[in-house]
């Protein structure tokens, strides 16, 4: 059974630094695109940051510089390391993976698979 599990959310104040995993399970990431995601109430789903099967990268504007993704393959894991933290960054943050061999851009993602979420709260 497919499952990916994210941890790692909590508050923080302006400038602070969070990491959130996903723990993936009965799905291989090492090959697969896989993203994450975030969303504050009355917004939009907005993908903040994605790691194609190969290892490249890509970042929404708003987070470049502050934020990386990144995967350990062994532990099956991907992370997001979140620095320099602002209150706009205030969102549930949801990991989403590709169905295997989907491409690797939002509307795959969107209809792939994804966690139950975990939310993160950045105070002034």
């Known amino acids: 059974q497919l499952q990916l599990v994210e941890s790692g959310g909590g508050s923080v104040q302006a400038g602070g630094s969070l990491t959130l995993s996903c723990a993936a399970s009965?799905?291989?990431?090492?090959?697969?695109?896989m993203a994450w995601f975030r969303q504050a109430p009355g917004t939009e789903r907005e993908r903040v940051a994605r790691i194609f099967g190969d290892g490249i990268t890509t970042y929404a504007n708003s987070v470049l510089g502050r934020f990386t993704i990144s995967k350990d393959n062994a532990k099956n894991t991907l992370y997001l390391q979140m620095n320099s933290l602002k209150p706009e960054d205030t969102a549930m943050y949801y990991c989403?993976?590709?169905?295997?061999?989907?491409?690797?851009?939002?509307?795959?993602?969107?209809?792939?698979?994804w966690g139950q979420g975990t939310q993160v709260t950045v105070s002034s």
């Open positions: 009965g799905y291989t990431i090492s090959r697969n695109c």
């Open positions: 989403a993976a590709t169905q295997i061999g989907g491409y690797c851009g939002t509307p795959a993602l969107l209809s792939g698979y």
